[in-house]
């Protein structure tokens, strides 16, 4: 049975190959705060937090990043304050007088930037589908871990 024995070692090895090795510390969850109750943004605090992130992931931020972050945080700040005036003057708004009725204009400044924001998201890579094909921990298919396990 010694050629069973070599097994083992592949098993050690590719347990090993698959811990996760020290991934950057999990940012603080400042989106559903300020999502939830925009009135609390902070934008020192967003990019303070998104940096440390970036630099966490990427070993370092680069000075367009850095302005790509700047970019977006002045674009949360539009959405925030267009969902601010939402909540206070409402969806429908009347104009001339009262006597037309009609969207309120903060509604498409909010799409807007929010569409912007997702872009940007998208170009400093903090977005999922920006990530696309990038797992934090390698997977193997069930039939090579039945080939590595062996019989």
Known sequence: MKSLEGLHIV????????????????????????????????RQKFITSAYRYLSQKNGSVDIADKHLLSMLASQ??????????????????????????GPNPFMAIADKALHRIVQVMKELELSPRARDGYQSVPRSSPELRSLLNGP
Do not use: C, M
Request: charged share 25%.
């Open 11 to 42: 098993r050690e090895r590719l347990q090993q190959t698959l811990q996760p090795t020290s991934l950057p510390d999990e940012p603080a969850d400042l989106t559903s705060e300020w999502l939830d109750h925009p009135e609390r943004w902070d």
């Open 76 to 101: 949360i700040e539009i959405y925030v304050a267009s969902i601010l005036k939402l909540r206070t003057d409402g969806l429908v708004i009347t104009f001339n007088g009262g006597v037309t009725v």
